[in-house]
Each structure stands twice: as C-alpha cells, then as structure tokens.
C-alpha cells in the first residue's frame, strides 16, 4: 500500500481500520508518518502522531526531531509544541534534539522569552538541555538586547556544566559587536581563550569589522598579530570587514589603497573583495576606473556578477550618467539579466534628472524583461510626478500598485506626502495619511514631521496640536525635528512663554535641544526686548553643554548692544556671562 504512494488511500485504511477495531501496528503508522513528512504533508502528519498516541505508540526520536523541524520551517511553532506537550503529558521523555528546532523557531521570530519560559518549564520535568538549546536562547536573547538574561543563560551553562562552544560564543560577539559593545566582545574573546574554546575566523572577523568601524586601529594591529600567532591567516571576510568598515566611515581612500594591495600582493580575494574594490573605485575615481578594475577583475578569473554590474550603474548615476548607464545595461551580456536593483539604478538617477524620456525607455525595458516595480521603483516614480506635479500621476499609479500587490510602504508614504505639503496641499497630504493607515502602512516620526512643519507654516495650530496628539496615539516619540517645527511656528506667533515650556519638556524627555531651537527662541526673545530672559535661556544652553554658533553669537551681541542703548540691566549681566 505505502509502496504504491497512494498515502491518502493509506490514512483512510488505517482511519477505518481503527474503527472498525483493528489496531494498526507501530510500524505501518511508523512508515505512514514519515512518508507523510518527506511530502511536508504536515496536517495528515499531526494526525498520524495523535493516532499514535492515542493506541499507545510513541514515535521514533529521529521522526519526532524530523517532525518539529518541518512544522518549524513552515511557522507551525505552535502546533509543534502542542505535539511535545501531548507527549510529556504521557510521561515521555526524550532528547533535547526534539524540542531544539522549537526553542530556534521561537527565537527566530523574536519570541525569546517565550523560548526561556520553554526551556525553566521542560527543565523542571527533568529534561537535559544541550549546548544546541543553550545557544539557541543566546543567540535570540542577544538579537533581542536582552543582556541581563543572556549572562544568566550563560551562568546557568557553567552551574549544569554544559560548555557553551565556539558558535554559542561567536553568536554572543555577533551581537555584542552590532550593538557597539565591541569591549564587550573583546572580554568574551579572552573569556573563550582561558576556557580552551578556541575562536575561529569567523569570530574574528566579526571582532575585526567593529573595531574598524570604531577606527580602533591599534586593537586591529594586535587582533591581526595574534590572529597571525594562532596560525590563522586573513580570508576574503577579513578584508572585505577591514575594508568595508573604513567605507562605513567615508575613509574611501584607506579602503581603496588597502583593497589594492590586497589585490596586488596576491592575498586570497573572491568576488565579494573586488565588488567593495569597485564601490570604492565608483565613489572615489569615478566609474571609468572602475570600469578598469572590473577588467583587471575578470582578467584574474573572477568574472563580474549582478552586483559587479550594478556598481559600475551606480557609479554611471553618481556622474549624472544617467544615458550612459542605460547604454551600459542594454549592451552588457548579464549572466542572469539585469535584476530590478539595476533598473531602479538608473530610474532613481533619471527620476531627480526629471528625464521623462529616460524614465519611459527604463519602464518599456522592464515590462519586456518581465520586471514588475518594487517599492524603491514606486518611491522613485512619486517622487518624479511630485517634483513636476503631476498628482493625479501619483495616485494612479499607487491605485494600479494596489491592484497587484501592496507595494507602498512608510518611504513612499513620506515621499508622497513631503511633496504635497511643498505644494501647499496640506488637506490633501492629511487625506493621504488617513487612506495610508487604513491600508495598513503605518507612518512613522517623518511622516508627522513634515505634517507638522507644514501645518506650522500654514499657521494651522490647531492642526499642528492634532498631528501630534495623533503622533503620540500611534506611540511614536517626537523628536529633536518636531520640537523644532513646534517651537519654531510657536515662536512666530509670539508665544515664547509656550516654547520656553516645549523646550522644557523637550529636555525632560531625554531630547537635547538643538542650538537651532535655542537661536529661534533667543531671536524671538531679542524682537521683544525680553533681555532678562534671553539671559536665563544662555545659561540653560551652557548647562545643557549646547556650543552656541555664529548664529547665535550674532544675535547675543546685538541684544547685549540693543539692551546697553536702553539701560536694560539685564544686557549688562549677559556681557558678563558670555565673557566668562
């Protein structure tokens, strides 16, 4: 019957059977589960295992580990642990490889604790975790920030005497390192080396891409050294860490000078080293020496990929070549066809160009390689028919979007938004956000930002006041950018007593106010001879450790002149505080 591969024909028998009072053996149920899992028929699967369960049968280890991996892979968490709990409730006990891939799954999908909460409930049946399920809560705790639990979790290791191994600690520094605790790392480094768990490459070059992002040049110096000692050399990651590290900070010669040594002195280099090698060629000499290096690329036998070619387009639209970039796409023999990245290359470009012939050429090219747009392409396009005006272009085209598949996201919603506000549309921008929300895109700070600022330089208060009270229903924070727009518009209408409180509650909330701000009020302060208050508001820019700027220079030494004319005390005072 199973041999036939009729496993529905199979599960009715066995169904019947079962009712009719026939008891199919563990073996037939056996076979039938795990064909079932071999075709992720994953529902019929369930069943089999509640039969089992239900005449007694409790299935292989390897097939209940099969099991909660496949209802994991496709998001079944749930009814993965249903199926653990059935059988810890017959009193079945089993190995941690069973009940691993639920802890990672729950980990996977940011659910940490409820992974945690897992582990403290089986530890308390008597189930013996392994270093897989220990590193599965580091690495979901870690990705979640949650530091004081991740150290426990590690303590916890250390009392039950399960040592956490090379990939329980990289995963740690992985983390550490992208939340900029690379001291942090570095103290596990040590830590791994006394307890004889030797860090691999991978480790170190995770260490080694933070430090150069934290232009730590002297820790990259020892790190290599000792790297060198432990009989490790640098491998494409290493290089493409060091190099991308000094991209990230804007030192684009540095990058270009070591990529070409690397290079030259015959290192170990892949594809990926020579990519960043013409990012930086692009950005810092222009796209025709980066075209040089893609030569010397493909004439070392490392023929150029997708990325490869969309560098050098990217390079092409950072000169304004838009045209040139095009004629480069269309005469290149790509080994997969230019992918929508490349196309929304050049469109960007062509879009900030306003050339609507170039614009046209790019969406024809697209619809006959069968291309549909992407967000980045629908962003590109709204803000194209913005800047020229053309609106009912823009809703058309998010209408017809909308009709295959939701393609806006909170970019395009602000792009959007931004350019009717710069139109003053400001009803229509506020339409826009209610129909955006009842769609499900979910604007962000921007978004109430632009809003606000608009609604400020239409000297629509009421309107700024709803914004933000919509802003704070959402849960969104104001910020530094808000605050400014508020006190800006709060300002102009003569307010100062209302700002000065704004920019209270500003810095209470843990937002340092800008010297833009502190310039608004102290200019507004200046226009209404308030000279005793322009005073206490240079001493709160002192403590708050804002450095005044020319800007403000100018305005405190025209109060301090405007107030001596007057015989305003105050001006007096104010000279003394800014000579100390």
């Known amino acids: 019957m199973l041999l036939l591969h009729c496993l529905r024909d199979a599960l009715f028998i066995m169904e019947e059977m079962h009712r009719s009072g026939y008891v199919p053996s563990f073996s037939s149920l056996e ?26 049968y409790i299935p292989t280890e390897p097939m209940l580990n099969l099991m909660t991996m496949k209802l994991c892979k496709v998001g079944m968490i749930h009814e993965a642990y249903s199926v653990l709990n059935a059988l810890i409730c017959k009193g079945k006990f089993f190995s941690a490889f069973v009940y691993n891939p639920i802890v990672w799954a729950l980990c996977r999908s940011s659910q940490s604790s409820v992974a945690l909460a897992l582990l403290n409930y089986l530890n308390k049946r008597g189930f013996v975790h392994n270093v897989c399920s220990y590193t599965g ?29 090379v990939i329980t600690y990289t995963v740690l520094i992985k983390y550490l390192c992208e939340d900029g605790r690379v001291d942090d790392g570095l103290d596990i480094l040590s830590k791994m080396e006394e307890e004889n768990c030797e860090p691999d490459l991978v480790t170190y070059n995770i260490i080694l891409r933070e430090l150069s992002y934290q232009d730590r040049t002297v820790e990259i ?11 490790l050399s640098p491998d494409p990651f290493t290089f493409t860490a060091l190099a991308g590290g000094m991209v990230k900070r804007g030192k684009l010669g540095h990058a270009g000078k070591l990529l070409l040594d690397i290079i030259s002195c015959g290192y170990r280099v892949d594809t990926a080293v020579y990519n960043l090698y013409l990012h930086v060629l692009c950005y810092e000499s222009g796209y025709t020496k980066a075209l040089s290096g893609m030569a010397s690329m493909l004439g070392n036998g490392f023929p150029p990929n997708t990325i490869s070619y969309n560098t050098i387009l990217k390079g092409f639209c950072l000169e304004n070549s838009s045209n040139d970039a095009y004629e480069f796409l269309h005469r290149l023999d790509w080994p997969n066809g230019p992918d929508i990245v490349s196309f929304n290359t050049i469109l960007s470009q062509a879009c900030k160009q306003g050339n609507s012939v170039m614009i046209q050429r790019l969406l024809n090219h697209m619809e006959s390689q069968g291309l549909d747009l992407n967000g980045v392409s629908v962003t590109c396009l709204i803000q194209y028919f913005c800047t020229v005006g053309k609106f009912s272009d823009c809703f058309e085209l998010l209408e017809n979007m909308a009709c295959i598949r939701p393609t806006a996201n909170v970019i395009t919603l602000n792009v959007l938004i931004n350019g009717l506000c710069k139109n003053q549309l400001l009803g229509l921008a506020c339409r826009v956000l209610g129909e955006f929300k009842d769609t499900g895109t979910v604007p962000d ?22 914004l933000l009270m919509d802003m704070c229903s959402q849960s969104l924070e104001p910020d530094a950018v808000s605050y400014e727009s508020l006190i800006s518009g709060i300002c102009k209408d003569g307010h100062i007593k209302v700002a000065l409180q704004l920019c209270h509650q500003m810095a209470a909330n843990g937002i340092k106010p800008s010297v833009a701000i502190y310039n608004i009020m102290l200019k507004t302060m200046l226009q209404r001879m308030m000279f005793g208050d322009i005073l206490l508001l240079s001493k709160d820019m002192a403590r708050n450790g804002c450095e005044p700027n020319d800007a403000s220079y100018s305005i405190l030494e025209r109060a301090i002149s405007e107030g001596m004319k007057r015989n305003y005390p105050e001006a007096k005072k104010l000279q003394e505080f800014m000579k100390s």
Not at 221 to 231: C, N, P, R, T
């Open 221 to 231: 110096s020892k790190l290599m050294s000792h790297m060198e000692q432990k009989g």
């Open 137 to 165: 809560l580091v690495y979901g705790l870690s990705k979640e920030k949650m530091w004081n639990e991740v150290f426990r979790v590690l303590r916890e290791m250390e009392t039950v005497g399960c040592k956490p191994n």
């Open 445 to 466: 700070v921007v978004t109430y930002n632009i809003l606000i600022h608009a609604a400020i330089r239409a000297k629509d208060f009421v309107l700024a006041e709803e």
């Open 31 to 56: 076979k039938l589960l795990k064909r079932l899992l071999r075709v992720e028929n994953l529902a019929d699967s369930i069943y089999v295992v509640e039969l089992m369960l239900e005449l007694n």
